[in-house]
């Protein structure tokens, strides 16, 4: 690494931790001009883009959010950006064009577990269930009893009266959260077979 690099590479360091420590404060304006600089000295670099999208929608401006992260991809595709991407438009409930950046995002790491998770998840809010169902149980390949895809799964077989089947996921999902340590998510999911279970008796 020459002067130069190592110069640029400093700058970067210190405009980011800067940027981070005022999103920290909860000062997204501040935080989002720290961003910007990042940006302007390091235009293919990732992170600042996915930064600078959290500040705006900290703001309430989530089509600020989303414009600069296809600011980022314009300039270098990555995972991460078509995964924050999609994942904005599901949080402002623009689900058919979350599902095609989270089937982007997935062209460009097969592996990711949790994103197949989310896009099954977008694919269940617009009622495709089938397409939901796939991708779910695509994270199930990925990784073995993952809780976030069972309870999903269990939703499902929920929504379409198939009670034993449903009691059956939210059963993996619990255990599955239980190894995981995640006493929050086993408390709504044993509430939610609870409210399963009822419903089946009922």
């Known amino acids: 690494m020459n002067e130069q690099q190592k110069s640029e590479r400093e700058t970067i360091e210190h405009l980011m ?37 959290r500040a705006l929608g900290s703001l309430g401006d989530e089509q600020g ?11 270098k595709e990555t995972f991460d950006l078509r995964d924050v991407l999609a994942t904005v438009y599901a949080a402002c409930e623009q689900d058919d064009k979350a599902v095609v950046e989270f089937q982007r995002a997935l062209e460009l790491n ?10 099954g998840a977008a694919y269940m809010r617009l009622r495709k269930m089938d397409e939901a169902r796939a991708s779910l ?20 077989a929920k929504m379409n009266r198939d009670y034993d089947t ?21 408390a709504h ?9 009822q419903a089946h008796r009922g």
């Open 189 to 197: 999911l044993e509430s939610l077979m609870e409210q399963t279970r």
């Open 17 to 53: 931790n800067k940027g981070l420590e005022h999103l920290r404060r909860d000062e997204c304006r501040q935080a989002f001009a720290y961003f910007r600089m990042t940006i302007a000295v390091a235009p293919t670099f990732d992170v600042p883009y996915i930064f600078a999208s």
């Open 110 to 119: 097969p592996e990711s577990f949790l994103t197949a998770t989310s896009l």
């Open 137 to 156: 149980n695509r994270a199930l390949e990925i990784r073995e009893e993952f809780s976030g895809a069972l309870a999903q799964l269990a939703v499902i």
């Open 166 to 186: 449903a009691m059956q996921y939210f059963q993996r999902a619990i255990v599955s959260a239980q190894k995981d340590n995640k006493p929050e998510l086993v």
């Open 65 to 75: 959010a989303i414009e600069v992260l296809k600011e980022g991809l314009s300039r």
